[in-house]
Each structure stands twice: as C-alpha cells, then as structure tokens.
C-alpha cells in the first residue's frame, strides 16, 4: 500500500528538482548550505504546524476559540522573536553564531512535542452525576460527539437553545434525552497534567529558537550577493524552494504519522529533521566564505564583570528568556500588548536612525521597505488561516476522498481507508493505493505549488529584470493581496457543491492554495530580497527582523478572524457541521473582499511609492564570464 500524497510527492520533487539544482550552479556555493539548512528547519516547524491546531482541539480537547488564540499566541511569538536575534546578530554574535545557537534550542522544543500523554476526557455533569463523551475517533469525520449512559454510547447534538439533544436515550435513562441549557455542565478532565506543562515549553523553546535562526538564515542569503546582483531575486526563489521543500514533505510525513500513528510520532519526525538541519549547517560552515561572522569578534569574547564573556552571557539571557516565554505564551492578551510595544520601539529606534544617521535617499529605501511591510501584514493575516481556521475547515468541511468509489485497474486498486474496511480489506493480489488525504496533509497543497512555481517565477524574474520590465516590488505585492482574497473566494463559490454532510469537494480547497501561492511567490522571497536592497548594511538584520514583526502581528490579526469562524465542539467534535460550514463562508467572504479592494487600492499607489527605492532594486548583469 502506498499513499497517494506520499507517490504523487516523489513524483513532483523529482520533476522540480531538476531545473533547481541546474539554476543553482550559477548563484553562490553558501547558497546551497542555507538551502538545505532551512529545509529541514522548515521541515521541522510545518510538521508541528500540520499538526498543531488538530493536536488542541482533539488531544488537549481546546474549544475553537482557545485554540485559535493559543495557535495565534504561538505563531505571533515566532515572528516577534526575531527582533531579539536580528538585533543580537547585528550588534554582537553575527548571523552564523545566532542561527546555530537557534537551531539548538530548536531540536530541544521539537523533541519536546513528543511528550504527547494520554488524551484529555471531555465530560458532562447533571445533577451532580457524571457522564463521559467517547474519545474521539480518528475516522470520525463530521459524526456527533458520543455520551456514554450507563454501558452505551448516544449520539448529541446541540439544540437551539445551546442546550444538548442525547439520540436515542432510553426512557429509564439516568438523565433526560434534552437538557436545556445552564441545567448541565460540561469541562474537560486531564489524564496526565503535566503533559500540558510540557507542550507549552516545548513551543516556548522553539519560539526562542525562531527567533535566533529565522531573520538571520534569511539575511545571510542576502550577504551572499553582491549590491545590484541580477541574480538577487532569483536566489531569494530558489531559496523559498528549499523552505518549501521542506514543508512539502513535512506536512504529509508528519501528518500521516501524527493521526494515523501518534502525536508523538509526527511531533518526533519533526525534531529529526531539525537536528538534520543543524547537522548541514554546521558542517557547511566552509561554503560560506566567511560570511555571518560577528561584527567584532574580539568584543565577544571580552568578559563580563571577568565571569563570562559576553558570548556566553547572550547565550544564557536567550535559557533565561524561555521560563519568560513559557509564561507569556498561555496568555494571547499579553502576547498582543508585548506586539503593541515591541513596535513601538523598533520603529522609534529605526527612526532614530533614519533622522541622525541616513540620507535622504536611504531614508525614502527605509520608508518603502516599511510600507511593503505593512502590505504584508495585511497579506499574511489573510494567508496565515491556513493553520488554523483553514485547517479545521479541511477537516469538518471538505471532503478528504479523491474518489467516490473504488477503482480497480489490473493488480492496481485506488481506494480510500473507509472504502477498503467497507470491503472487508484489501483483495487478494490487489496492489493498494490509498486514495484518501488526511486533514493535515491539505496544508501541503502550499509548498506542492510553491515546488511546482517557485522556478517558473525565478525564472519569470529573472528574464524581465535583464531586459528592464520587471515590475515593481509594490504591484508584485498589490498582486498578491488579490489573489489571497480571490483564494477565499473559490471557497465561497463553492457553496453550492457542498453535500449533505457539508462538506465541499477537495478540489475547491486545492484550488484556494493554488491563488494563494501565486501570492506568497510575489510577496514573500520579493519582500525577504527587498529588505536586504532597501535597508542601509548596519541595519539588514534589523530591517529584517521588523519584516517578521509585521508577520507577528498578522498572526495575531489572524488569530482574531479565525475565532469568527468558530464553532461549538465537544469531545473534539462538531455539534453543527451546517453551522460550521456557515461561519467559515462568511469569514471567507469578508476577508476575501478585503485582500481585493486592498490589494487595487495598493497598485493605483504603486506609481508613487515606486520611486521611492531610487535605484536600489535596479539590477546590473556584472556576473564574471567564462574565461574573465
């Protein structure tokens, strides 16, 4: 038996690789070591990611609410945390010190998610007497949540009310078939406390090690190039290639072994990959040229009250910072006011700078590179659904089957799981393929497009940068906010389709991540290579880090868009499938309005803001020719 997402995989990375490794033969050899390094640490991060959202409404039981803003917690953290490892790089340790000392503290998280414990119970008290709901079932679907009187198990289903329908209960039960609402209560019951206590210590340290490796993996591609390089642009793509290799293969392996085997195993998986990250970048420290060094060695090393050098003192600050994180972590409220003000004071230092120390013509490149942030906040907060309220619409809202009925052709039988128990198992001499996709593997038709574009988009601007017609970064990005709105939109047309289990085809969502990759390719690698043009060298990593505080803060915003998509569950299970599917395509028409308009209103904007780079995306193809 082979999975069709896992053949379909091998398949698409053999074909996108090629012309990859054949464009990377003419872009700096440090290129391939960021390459690989940030694959398997994307490896890592999407393969937790994959699994995230499921892993808190399922194991830990989290209504859609507090998982959400507990997703959003999280994720904004990620992105916020670069500040510190952006500044730290800048000023002390240099880019390749931050990224190792990251990575560490990374393997350390991931191997921590592993710690799943056993699953918690949902639980419903009446009159003092308590029942409790089913563990809820893998293959469950959109099937109501199971309550357990006396040795059966009864279906519920919520009522108008907010009360709760019990299905089938017999007339001797303990407790009546409907029980309006504020007569019961239900809560959640921890089998194992500490297993909580862990998760949030686990994302504390990956947080932390976020913070340290992503701005400064990204700013050191930058380093490899030289000021006007041609090949800038196309080394950012292929670059976002190797991220998203990475996720590609991480949210189908690890999500595959997540629900079909265990949280720990698709959480382990994670950490193996990236201690494997870690391992590639350290090994190829040469193929760097010595680039990512700190700015002053001599100064690290100095002692600090003659105890420790300061080194080692930035090192143990980052430990101490995690029990701070862990702290922080379980509480959106203060993770929004710590975003409040960790803008606040990066940009009163930026303008610091830009008043005393820049020119005219920098401080225009450094306002430029502000706006594009500010458009991509507004870009990530739409795209950034896709781990959350997208996830659980992939799960309670889309049908998962490529095919209604089995197929055979010849020894070779397409089927889902479902379809195969149906016929009582696989056929004697029938080569199965597993024809169904798991709710986590849907966050793989991203990178899956990302492989299938990326080198067409490179190559795209490549061509129109040697010959003069390359858009502006600013209508790259305006062309991005529409296609994330029109990506919602496939959803909201697709209504209509939606069977009597309310669930729309698989195709519609496929289709919602093909628009909204087309609109990461003209965001994300355009504005990580426009903040290494725009921003004057002492202030890259810097310039760098305030990007991924802007994709902090539309984690956040995310966050609170995903929670009106929200629904009632119990037991990790839907109570209204109908009423799930509803709140889903509101959100989705409202939001996908706003990529739309915002995004035509940026373009008209673009013939201003355009000049504002003076000069510095403009390219020169001084590239050395054979035999110079």
């Keep these: 038996m082979i999975n069709i997402v896992i053949a379909a995989g091998i398949l698409i990375t053999l074909l996108t690789a090629i012309p990859v490794v054949t464009q990377m033969r003419h872009h700096p050899r440090g290129l391939i070591v960021c390459f690989f390094a940030e694959m398997w640490e994307r490896f890592s991060y999407y393969g937790m990611r994959a699994l995230l959202i499921y892993y808190l409404t399922r194991h830990f039981l989290f209504s859609d609410d507090r998982a959400n803003a507990q997703y959003g917690s999280y994720t904004s953290l990620v992105y916020l945390l670069p500040l510190i490892g952006g500044l730290v790089a800048d000023r002390y340790i240099g880019t390749r010190k931050a990224i190792v000392f990251g990575g560490l503290l990374l393997v350390a998280g991931h191997t921590g998610m592993a710690l799943e414990g056993t699953p918690n119970q949902s639980i419903l008290n009446y009159q003092g007497k308590t029942y409790e709901y089913a563990i809820r079932d893998v293959e469950a679907g959109n099937a109501p949540p199971r309550l357990k009187v006396g040795d059966s198990y009864y279906e519920v289903v919520g009522t108008p009310d907010g009360g709760r329908e019990i299905k089938g209960l017999p007339a001797d ?10 007569q019961f209560v239900e809560s959640v019951r921890s089998a194992t406390p500490w297993a909580e206590n862990a998760f949030y210590l686990s994302i504390a340290l990956i947080a932390m090690g976020v913070g340290f490796l992503k701005p400064n993996i990204s700013s050191l591609v930058g380093q490899l190039y030289r000021d006007k390089d041609p090949r800038r642009d196309s080394g950012f793509q292929l670059y976002y290639f190797g991220i998203n290799m990475g996720s590609f293969w991480a949210t189908i392996l690890c999500g595959i072994l997540g629900e079909r085997v265990g949280w720990w195993a698709g959480f382990g998986l994670a950490g193996v990959g990236m201690l494997v990250g870690l391992l590639v970048f350290v090994l190829g420290k040469k193929l760097l040229d010595g680039k990512g060094e700190p700015p002053n060695p001599e100064a690290i090393r100095q002692k600090v009250g003659g105890v420790i050098s300061k080194e080692n003192l930035i090192y143990l600050l980052g430990l101490a910072g995690v029990p701070l994180i862990y702290f922080v972590i379980q509480r959106n409220d203060i993770v929004g006011w710590a975003l409040l003000a960790s803008t606040v004071c990066i940009l009163a230092y930026v303008f610091t700078q830009m008043f005393t120390k820049f020119s005219k013509v920098e401080n225009y490149r450094l306002g430029l590179a502000m706006v594009l ?8 907060t739409l795209f950034e659904q896709a781990g959350s309220s997208l996830s659980l619409f992939a799960e309670r809202n889309t049908d998962l089957n490529l095919i209604a009925e089995p197929l055979r052709l010849g020894a070779l039988l397409l089927a889902t799981p479902d379809q195969i128990k149906a016929m009582g198992g696989v056929p004697e001499g029938a080569f199965w393929i597993d024809m169904g996709f798991n709710a986590s593997q849907t966050q793989s038709f991203n990178p899956f497009f990302i492989l299938v574009f990326a080198p067409i988009f490179a190559g795209v ?4 940068a040697k010959r003069g017609k390359d858009p502006d970064p600013v209508k790259k990005f305006a062309f991005g906010l529409v296609m994330a709105g029109l990506g919602f939109f496939v959803l909201v047309w697709a209504a209509p389709l939606a069977g009597p289990d309310f669930r729309v085809p698989l195709f519609c969502l496929f289709l919602t991540y093909m628009f909204h990759t087309w609109g990461e390719l003209s965001v994300s690698p355009v504005g990580l290579s426009q903040q290494t043009k725009l921003s004057p060298a002492v202030l890259i990593s810097t310039m760098m880090a305030i990007w991924f505080l802007g994709t902090s803060g539309a984690q956040y915003l995310a966050a609170i868009i995903a929670k009106l998509a929200s629904t009632e569950t119990v037991g990790g299970q839907v109570l209204d499938p109908a009423a799930a599917l509803q709140a889903s395509l ?9 990529g739309v308009i915002l995004g035509s209103v940026l373009f008209l904007l673009s013939f201003v803001l355009k000049g504002w780079a003076h000069g510095a995306s403009d390219t020169v193809d001084d590239t050395p020719k054979a035999g110079h």
Excluded: C, D
């Design 586 to 594: 509101q959100t989705f028409n409202t939001i996908g309005w706003a």
């Design 173 to 182: 039960a303990p407790l009546p078939s409907v029980l309006p609402k504020g």
């Design 373 to 380: 942030t500010l458009s991509s906040v507004v870009f990530w």
């Design 461 to 464: 601007f490549t061509f129109l």
